[in-house]
């Protein structure tokens, strides 16, 4: 019995050992080697994390996209339409909406997520204006690459009738500002909220890892900019 006990505890080393060798090794590899950063392009987006997990800002109205009209400002408890930028992140709804803090995490939520056996959710947060600093970087695209980060968006959104996404109506919400929609997809060790930014990234062949489940292994191809 104790055998089966040590090699137990010797195999999740050896699993969480290799694990994270390997989005050491791979987050540190670019996406895509045939295609620079450009930083004089027309439009300006933010990458956001909370040391933890990661967001995409996007400008609330442009040519190429109104995402109050997808999220609407009605749906947040200010319902404040004057605010200038919408950051956008994906990730397990049970963490999203019973953990607002580490300190609120239980086993039974954590073993959920990790086993990709839980619901996905995408969360948004109306923003005034954004300050530039290490956890909140400012990134230049072109139209197309702009365009090709919306799709990417869109295409993890879950919609009712009508092509409408689905609110989540629930008291969790973290500020006056944000809420939280039905999203595609399953959350778990593989297949992070990090890693979602950066597949949306690697969609428009923007600065990226090639795979990594950790905010850094998609800052560090921003550091530079």
Known sequence: MIWIFLYTILGVISFAMLYLASDWLLSRIPAYHQNPYVEEQPLTLYLLTNGVHTDLVFPVKSEQMDWHSIFPYQYTLAQDST?????IGWGDKG?????????????KTALIAGLGIGQS??????YPNLVENDQCI?????EEQYQLLVEFVLSTIEYAD???????QTEAQYGNDDAFYEALG?????????TWTNAALKSARLPSAVWTVFD?????????K
């Open 121 to 126: 959710a995408l969360h948004t947060t109306y």
């Open 83 to 87: 605010k200038s930028w919408i950051a």
């Open 216 to 224: 850094k292994g998609i800052l560090r191809h921003y550091q530079h």
């Open 186 to 194: 399953a959350y778990h060790l593989f297949y992070s909220c990090n």
């Open 95 to 107: 963490f999203y909406l019973n953990t607002p803090e580490w300190k609120d995490l239980t086993l």
């Open 162 to 168: 009508h092509d409408r996404p689905i609110y989540i």
């Open 138 to 142: 400012k990134f230049h695209v072109s």
